[in-house]
């Protein structure tokens, strides 16, 4: 079965961190550049960050640049997304995507995970 699945969120302080999962199974994670987007009550998906498939181009919306980190074990069929100085505007649900690229448009992804939920609250 194709699929990725995410993990990791949960609710947090401002300030504090989390680290999102996405596992793939059913194909070779390795030929995919990995997506995380996110989605906040009441507004549309937006994407957070992209790493290429084999792990050496990573990009940021300005939004989470310099906070947020992407990394990936092919070997492990993992991509994880290490996010730190959370902020309640943070707040929503993380999707991890895979695409044969990064700039490859929003209806371009072959693979969707169902998200995983991130709240940063006080």
């Known amino acids: 079965q194709l699929q990725l699945v995410e993990s990791g969120g949960g609710l947090v302080q401002p300030g504090g961190s989390l680290r999102l999962s996405c596992a793939a199974s059913g194909f070779r994670l390795e030929d995919y550049a990995i997506h995380w987007f996110r989605q906040a009550p009441g507004k549309e998906r937006e994407g957070v960050s992209c790493?290429?498939?084999?792990?050496?181009?990573?990009n940021y919306a300005d939004s989470v640049k310099g906070r947020f980190t992407l990394s990936r074990d092919n070997a492990k069929k993992t991509v994880y997304l290490q996010m730190n100085s959370l902020k309640p505007e943070d707040t929503a649900v993380y999707y991890c995507a895979a695409a044969l690229r990064c700039d490859y448009p929003y209806d371009g992804m072959d693979y969707w995970g169902k998200g995983t939920l991130v709240t940063v609250s006080s």
């Open positions: 790493i290429s498939a084999t792990g050496s181009r990573t």
